[in-house]
């Protein structure tokens, strides 16, 4: 059975360290273009900042409902996401190219998509982005697999 823990009705999270400001900047473009509301939580320009300060506000607006998912980047994607995965209920999954971020909803019912903007393009950030937002969580034995992450 296909589930889908998306709220439609609630905005989507956006943030990044300056690895990540540009892509970023033109993803909320792209979203807003395409109907969807979004909540800028920084970085605001291209200074060097702690990717912590962006990843934490993200996950806890997923966290605690006042978004439907989170998108996170930075250069790597491994900080963002190890932050973000430090909170209960977070599953932050680290995608590099379409099919990874098809399993991670799939199968791991992740509810933010972390991109590496140093190794990815836009155009596959985007790509990525939509494949996400358009797989639905699997269940079954996946289901149980996912409640045994939280600790």
Known sequence: MLTNSFNPSLPI?????????????????WLKKS???????????????????????????????????????????????????????IRAGLCWDKEVAKLVRLHNDANIICIPSRFVSLELAIDMINVFMQTNFEGGRHQNRVNKISC
């Open 13 to 29: 999270a956006i943030g990044a360290d300056h690895a990540g400001f540009e892509y970023k900047s033109q993803i909320i473009e």
């Open 35 to 89: 109907h969807y509301e979004v909540i800028d939580l920084g970085t605001h320009s291209l200074d060097s900042v702690d990717y912590p300060d962006f990843a934490h506000p993200v996950a806890e607006s997923v966290e605690n409902n006042v978004a439907s998912f989170g998108i996170l980047l930075c250069g790597s994607a491994n900080g963002v996401a190890i932050t973000a995965n430090k909170h209960q209920g």
